[in-house]
């Protein structure tokens, strides 16, 4: 018999919106601690009309899409369609009443998980303007068909469809810097993970939702996010490889915030773990990382942490030993060398390294490749006036750059 897992939609939403613990809502809602624990039941009663709607407006979404029965009157079946059906509504697909829906056969699931992994293949290559609306498009697709499966069918629809969310929001995130929007995005994926009720893929969303406050140096908030994502990894089974990129996550997160030591321990952790293996395998779609860009954390965090002559050798290596296939990531790599040589006092190294990945930049655009030549280009500042810094400025501030930055 199948184990109960309770309400995953308001579990779900709870934690993607910061309360880790049915204590914390709670605290927020003001009432207490057991009528949370009722909500998060396999059979939540709906909330009163004034907790209720204080409930929708701290988590984001309707009662619906977070679990609860419809009130009395509805059609049958609407409220419990699932937090995906209600996304679907939410980007204009045309609701279906349930009883008119047909029961996909168990192929669909595979179909539409191809196209999953071909968009996750396509990620590295394809530009992210253009990517983006099909990867969103291929998630209202997923929205439609999860009522229409059932058993494994869904389950799998489900894993797809949450994997397809997270893409969206690593490409809104990284790619578009609009981290709002990544936000909602990856609560979209943490709600799907939890209806295929997989919880490698909540972890990998959870980790990817910590990048958001520790950008903005809000630390407090990334490392709650990232217990979180610990948590769900220990329900895995978690591989090696998906436990070190947690400790590379919390690492940048650290790093970001200003304490490099802490991220670089978290560094030597992460790459201890790769050293000893694992007897599970990494899941399929954790290909943004192995130990070539844990190294990349690591040459960023000795950068900020002032470790110059180790930054160097560091991020040379990370540079031989990428795939060229790793575009987006080489112009990463080549615009924090640019910032070692800036540091270092060596403007016209630091532009050489720019200008390649500007080079870069115009064959795969990269918003936080970006970022690290703009970056380089404000700590250059005290050399304006030199040749190099002359040149690179004509690079930067070219049509066809500028135009490409300010359309993305």
Same mark, same amino acid.
């Given at each position: 018999?199948a184990?109960?897992?309770g309400?995953?939609?308001?579990?779900?939403?709870?934690?993607?919106?910061?309360?880790?613990?049915?204590?914390?809502?709670?605290?927020?809602l003001?009432?207490?601690?057991?009528?949370?624990?009722r909500w998060?039941?396999?059979?939540?009663?709906?909330?009163h009309?004034?907790?209720?709607q204080?409930?929708?407006?701290?988590l984001?979404?309707? =009662? *619906?899409?977070?679990? #609860?029965? $419809?009130?009395?009157?509805?059609?049958?079946g609407?409220?419990?369609?699932?937090?995906? /059906? @209600?996304?679907?509504?939410a980007?204009?697909?045309?609701a279906?009443?349930?009883?008119a829906?047909?029961?996909?056969?168990?192929?669909?699931?595979?179909?539409?998980?191809a196209?999953?992994?071909?968009?996750?293949?396509?990620?590295?290559?394809?530009?992210p303007?253009?990517l983006?609306?099909?990867?969103?498009?291929?998630?209202?697709?997923?929205?439609?068909?999860?009522?229409?499966?059932?058993?494994?069918?869904?389950?799998?629809?489900?894993a797809?469809l949450a994997?397809?969310?997270?893409l969206?929001g690593r490409i809104?995130?990284?790619?578009?810097?609009?981290?709002?929007?990544?936000?909602?995005?990856?609560?979209r994926a943490?709600?799907?993970?939890?209806?295929?009720?997989?919880?490698?893929?909540?972890?990998?969303? =959870? *980790?990817?939702?910590a #990048?958001? $406050?520790?950008?903005a140096?809000?630390?407090?908030?990334?490392?709650?996010?990232?217990? /979180? @994502?610990?948590t769900?990894?220990?329900?895995?089974?978690?591989?090696a490889?998906?436990?070190?990129?947690?400790?590379?996550v919390?690492?940048?997160?650290?790093?970001r915030c200003?304490?490099?030591?802490?991220?670089?321990h978290?560094?030597?952790?992460?790459?201890?773990?790769?050293?000893?293996?694992?007897?599970?395998?990494s899941?399929?779609w954790?290909?943004?990382?192995?130990?070539?860009?844990?190294?990349?954390f690591?040459?960023?965090?000795?950068?900020?942490?002032g470790?110059?002559?180790?930054?160097?050798v560091?991020?040379l290596?990370v540079?031989?030993?990428?795939?060229?296939?790793?575009?987006?990531?080489?112009?990463?790599?080549?615009?924090?060398?640019?910032?070692?040589?800036?540091?270092?006092?060596?403007?016209e190294? *630091?532009?050489?390294?720019?200008v390649?990945?500007?080079?870069?930049?115009?064959?795969?655009?990269?918003?936080?490749?970006?970022d690290?030549v703009?970056?380089?280009?404000?700590?250059?500042?005290?050399?304006?006036?030199e040749?190099?810094v002359?040149?690179?400025d004509?690079r930067?501030?070219?049509?066809?750059?500028?135009?490409s930055a300010?359309?993305?």
């Open positions: 018999m184990r109960p897992v309400n995953t939609r308001l579990k779900a939403a709870r934690v993607a919106a910061g309360y880790p613990s049915q204590q914390a809502l709670a605290d927020a003001g009432i207490g601690v057991r009528q949370v624990r998060e039941s396999d059979n939540p009663p709906s909330p009309p004034e907790v209720g204080a409930l929708t407006r701290i984001g979404q309707d =009662l *619906a899409a977070l679990g #609860f029965t $419809p009130p009395a009157g509805e059609a049958p609407h409220g419990r369609r699932t937090v995906l /059906a @209600a996304t679907a509504a980007v204009g697909l045309a279906v009443p349930t009883q829906l047909a029961v996909q056969p168990a192929s669909v699931a595979a179909d539409y998980g196209v999953t992994r071909s968009h996750r293949r396509l990620y590295w290559s394809v530009a303007a253009t983006h609306p099909a990867a969103v498009s291929h998630a209202t697709l997923g929205c439609a068909l999860l009522p229409e499966t059932v058993g494994q069918s869904r389950q799998r629809v489900a797809a994997e397809t969310y997270l969206a809104e995130f990284f790619d578009l810097r609009d981290a709002d929007r990544a936000q909602q995005t990856l609560l943490l709600q799907a993970a939890g209806e295929a009720d997989n919880p490698l893929l909540g972890a990998a969303v =959870l *980790a990817h939702t #990048f958001i $406050p520790g950008w140096g809000d630390r407090d908030a990334a490392v709650e996010r990232m217990v /979180a @994502a610990r769900y990894a220990r329900r895995g089974p978690a591989s490889e998906l436990l070190a990129w947690l400790d590379a919390e690492a940048e997160c650290e790093t200003g304490h490099t030591r802490t991220a670089l978290l560094i030597r952790h992460a790459e201890d773990l790769l050293a000893q293996g694992s007897e599970h395998e899941p399929e954790l290909d943004w990382f192995n130990a070539v860009r844990l190294a990349a690591k040459g960023n965090t000795q950068l900020k942490a470790h110059l002559p180790q930054a160097r560091t991020l290596e540079l031989d030993a990428l795939d060229p296939a790793e575009e987006k990531q080489s112009s990463v790599v080549l615009g924090d060398l640019a910032a070692v040589e800036a540091a270092a006092g060596n403007p190294a *630091a532009c050489k390294y720019a390649r990945a500007l080079d870069q930049l115009e064959r795969t655009w990269y918003a936080t490749g970006m690290r703009r970056e380089v280009r404000r700590a250059l500042a005290p050399h304006q006036h040749r190099c002359r040149e690179l004509d930067l501030y070219g049509w066809a750059t500028t135009v300010l359309a993305r």
